[in-house]
C-alpha cells in the first residue's frame, strides 16, 4: 500500500520562507484537505510537493525519497492539478491531451498500445465523452477543471496534488468530481491531497485535514477530530456552529460571522 511520510518539510520562494516545518504520514486510500485562510500559503506547499517551487526537508513515497528524483521521475509519480487551466490553452483536443500526457515521454514514434483504451476510460469515469475532440480553449472554466483532472489521473499517479479542484464547478460536478476521486483514492490505494475552501466538502470527503496559517501547520490529524467549530473559528477568524445532518451521517459547518480581530488581523 502507498505510504507518503512528511517530515521538516519547508518551501521558499526567492528568499522567503513561506511553508514551515510541515510534517505527517498518509496510508494508500485516504484523502487529506489542506485549509486555511488566504495566503496561508497553501498552493505553495503543493508546489513544494511536486518539485515546482524551491523545498526542503523529507518527501517519501513508499519510501522513495521525492527530493532526490529527477523531474521526469517525480512526474511520474505525481499528479498535479493546479488551481490555473490556462495552460490547457493549447491547440489540441481533449483527446489528444490525454494522449500526450501518457506518451509524452516516450522516444518511440507510437504511442503505447492501452493508452487509446486508457483515455477513453478516463473520458467516461468524469462522464466527458462528448467533449473528446475539442479543444479545451473554447470550454467553460468548469469543464477544464474536469478535463485537467482526467488529465492527471490517465498518467496513473501514486500520489494526486488538486489545488482548489472544484473552485470553478456548480454543486452537482463538486460532488461528481470529488465522489470520482474519493472513489479513484480508494480503489487504486494512492494519496491524494486537495486544498479547499469548502469546508462542507472537506468534512465529506477528507480522511485527514491539514491546516496552515501564515505557512505554518497549526494541526493535522483525522478530520472528525480535526475540523470542529472552535478550530475554524480559530483558524479564519469566523464563529461558526457545527450541525449534524442525515442523522449525524455528515456533519456540516455554517458561518454566523467574522469575529473582531477577524479580516485584515490574521
Ligand atoms: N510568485 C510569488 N512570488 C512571491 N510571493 C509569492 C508568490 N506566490 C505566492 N507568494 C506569497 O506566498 C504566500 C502564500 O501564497 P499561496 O498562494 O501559497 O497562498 P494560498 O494559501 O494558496 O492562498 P489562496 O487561498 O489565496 O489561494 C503569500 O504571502 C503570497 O503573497
Known sequence: M????????????????????????????????VLGPNGAGKSTFMKGLCGLRRARGTVRLDGVDLQALSPAERASLIGYVAQDTTHLSV????????????????????????????????????GLERFAGTMPSVLSGGERQMIALALALVRRPKLLLLDEPTSALDLANQLHMLEVVQDYTRRNAIITIAVLHDLNLATRYADACLLLARGRQVATGVTKEILSAAQIADLYRVECRSIDVDQGRFSAIYPISVLSDGVGHR
Open 2 to 33: 502507498t505510504r507518503l511520510s512528511l517530515s521538516d518539510f519547508h518551501v521558499s520562494i526567492g528568499r522567503r520562507h513561506v511553508v514551515d516545518t510541515i510534517g505527517f504520514d498518509l496510508q494508500g486510500g485516504s484523502i487529506m484537505a
Open 91 to 126: 491547440r489540441l483536443t481533449v483527446f489528444e491531451l490525454l494522449m500526450l500526457a501518457q506518451n509524452g515521454d516516450r522516444r518511440a514514434w507510437k504511442a503505447a498500445p492501452e493508452s487509446t483504451r486508457r483515455a477513453e476510460e478516463m473520458l467516461a469515469l468524469l
